[in-house]
């Protein structure tokens, strides 16, 4: 027996480290395949929705707010680098310096978390939800339009200056009933990845408390790595999201 | 892999550990092709927005995935484990859009 069996991290079924790290590594990709698939379940029907309604998906996707998808993109991003540096500093067993990396990447994803929480208050305050919300401000913007009235300022009150006087079938006529599937659609991907990100946090705090107590000792670094993993898939899965959501409607009217 | 990864079982070998350099490099690629997407977005593509913005989102993800989630170390179950996840899309893509893409033909 070599001399890696004596070592405290090492699990008795496993022959030594380099196996173990292995089986762990490998453990969490096959959870990210299910993951991946997973998602991929709504990217195809977003593809196929696309497909067939692209003038209400393009139009629904400019009312969104950019700025904040921009900022949440830069935050992710930068969370992602800093959870490498963090397995980096549980390799070379740099304790206090994994700890401050943890805390900032957590930070990161609690602030993308916040700007998202922002950005669903004030999708709500311009009744910006599909189903009985968006179709009543609608409903009331058609009804202020035909009585001569400017309607209150909204995506649905745009849309329906877009309508007025055009009739369902007509070119240029957009269907509200579309842009709320797109809005679906925006609340189901964005609302998954959200808890997807809320169990990354969970997991980074684990690992400083973990790193605090001095459980992750130096050739126990795949822990870090093990979560590092599913956050880059997180991060990944966003860097679809972002331009698919929000980036598709961005050059609306300038062609 | 190369030599000095075999044998050490207790610390990760250099070979394990990213240099602070690459990631840093890597981090400026993927953060720069997310600003190109948005300002090339922002200028109005029309028709090419979608294949330009998912070819930016592929390299992206290939970055992340080689670099950040070390499938540039080649161990090859972990790399065909991630592909099979590609496979599986594929094929679900395909039958899946094979159905909603050809709907109109059963009116004619």
């Known amino acids: 027996m070599s001399a890696s069996t004596h070592s405290p991290v090492l699990k008795h079924h496993f022959d030594n480290l380099e196996q173990q790290h292995s089986a762990e590594r490998l453990g969490m990709w096959m959870f990210l395949v299910t993951e991946v698939l997973f998602f991929g379940g709504l990217f195809c029907a977003y593809t196929a ?59 990161l994803g609690a602030a993308f978390l916040g700007f998202k929480a922002f950005e669903y208050y004030t999708d709500y305050q311009e009744k910006y939800v599909p189903g009985p919300i968006f179709q009543k401000a609608y409903a009331d913007a058609q009804h202020d339009l035909t009585h001569g009235h400017h309607p209150e300022h909204s995506p649905a009150a745009e849309l329906a200056e877009h309508n007025a006087g055009k009739q369902p079938g007509d070119a240029g006529y957009l269907s509200p009933q579309r842009v709320q599937l797109f809005l679906c659609l925006y609340y189901i991907m964005t609302g998954i990845h959200g808890i997807h990100i809320l169990v990354g946090l969970g997991c980074i705090a684990w690992l400083v408390l973990e790193a605090g107590l001095n459980r992750i000792p130096r050739e126990n670094y795949s822990t870090v790595e093990v979560v590092s993993l599913y956050w880059h898939l997180v991060d990944m899965i966003w860097l679809f999201l972002m331009p698919l959501l929000y980036l598709t409607g961005a050059g609306l009217g300038k062609h | 892999m190369s030599d000095d990864s075999h044998g050490a079982d207790h610390a990760p070998t250099m070979h394990d550990i990213d240099k602070p350099s690459s990631l840093v490099v890597v981090f400026l690629i993927v953060i720069g092709l997310s600003a190109a997407n948005i300002g090339l977005s922002l200028t109005g593509l029309g028709k090419l927005a979608l294949p330009v913005q998912l070819a930016i989102g592929v390299v992206q993800a290939c970055l992340v995935a080689n670099y950040w989630m070390h499938l540039r170390r080649k161990d090859t179950v972990v790399t065909l484990t991630a592909l099979s996840s590609l496979f599986f899309m594929f094929i679900m893509f395909v039958l899946t859009l094979s159905d909603y893409l050809t709907r109109h033909y059963a009116a004619m």
């Not at chain 1, 067939?52 to 949440?72: C, G, M, Q, Y």
């Not at chain 1, 490498?84 to 549980?90: D, V």
């Open chain 1, 49 to 107: 929705y696309r497909i067939w309604f692209p003038h209400e998906f393009e139009f629904a996707s400019s009312k969104l707010i950019l700025w904040i998808a921009v900022l949440n993109t830069a935050l992710l991003i930068t969370s992602s680098l800093t959870m490498t540096f963090a397995i980096r500093a549980a390799q070379l067993g740099q304790k206090k310096s994994l700890i401050n990396y943890l805390v900032i990447t957590f930070l």
